[in-house]
C-alpha cells in the first residue's frame, strides 16, 4: 500500500511541477509516430484508423494510419498526416513508417522514419521507449522517453529533440478511460529557446474492436506562448 501511494504522490508531484513552468502548443516531434499519440498498448493483428486534428482556426490535421502485429514481440505501422493550411490553398503531407519490438508485457522500444511528402518539408528519425506501469486496477501510469534527430524535429540547428511524457490513466470498466498527458521536450543545443510542455485530457471509449479518443491540448500560464490550443479526434477500427 505505502508503494502505491508512493507512485501516486510521484505521478502528481511530475504534474506539478511540469505546471509550473512556461509552456507552448505541443511540439512537432508529438505528431511523429505510427500511433494517434502516445499509446502503449499492444496493436490489434489488423487495424486501420482516422483522425481529424484543428487549432481552432485555419489549421487542420488529417492523419491516416494502419498498424498490426507481425510477429508475437513486433509491431508494424504506417500513418500518413495530411496538414491543410487556409482552407485547401495549402495543402502538405507527410508520412511515417514505424515498429516496435514489445518488452515483456508492458515495454517497448519504437523507431520512426518521419518523411516530408513536399519539397520544403523536412525529414526525422525517432527512436522512443515507452512502458506502462499498474498501480492498481483502476489506475495506470503511462511513462515515455524519445529521441529525434535530423532536421524536420530540430529545426536544423538544435542538434538533437528530446521528449519525455506521463500519461496517468483512470480505467472506468473495460470500455472508458480517461487520461491526462503531460509531455515536455526541447532540443539539445537550445534547451531554453526550444524548451515546451504541454497537459492533454483525453477521453477514450472502446466498444469490439473500435475505439474512439478524444484530445484537448490546454496552453496553459503565459499568455504570450500559448496560442496553439488544440482539439482532436481519433477513430480507430481492428478488423
Known sequence: MGRNRFSIVSAVCLVVAMLATSSFAVDRIWNMRYTFGPDGRPAPRLAAGVG??????????????????????????????????????????????????????????ELDGYFGL????????????????????????????????????DKGDG?????????????FGEHFLFMIEVTASSTIRHPIRDFMTDIIPKAEVSVGGTR???????????DDNNAGKKIALYVQQAF
Not at 159 to 171: C, D, R, S, V, Y
Not at 212 to 222: C, H, M, Y
Request: glycine content about 12%; aromatic content about 12%; proline content about 2%.
Open 159 to 171: 542538434w538533437a529533440q528530446l521528449e519525455i511524457g506521463t500519461q496517468p490513466t483512470l480505467h
Open 212 to 222: 474512439i479518443r478524444l484530445d484537448f491540448d490546454i496552453g496553459i500560464l503565459r
Open 52 to 109: 481529424l486534428q484543428s487549432d481552432f482556426g485555419d489549421q487542420v490535421l488529417f492523419p491516416i494510419n494502419l498498424v498490426g502485429q507481425v510477429a508475437r514481440d513486433w509491431d508494424l505501422g504506417a500513418k500518413i498526416d495530411i496538414f491543410s493550411y487556409n482552407g485547401l490553398n495549402n495543402v502538405v503531407a507527410s508520412i511515417d513508417f514505424g515498429g516496435r519490438y514489445r518488452i515483456g508485457n508492458s515495454g517497448f522500444i
Open 118 to 153: 513536399n519539397r520544403n518539408d523536412r525529414t526525422a528519425v525517432i527512436l522512443s521507449y515507452g512502458k506502462e506501469h499498474y498501480i492498481a486496477k483502476v489506475f495506470s501510469n503511462y511513462y515515455e522517453a524519445r529521441a529525434g534527430v535530423l532536421a524536420g524535429v
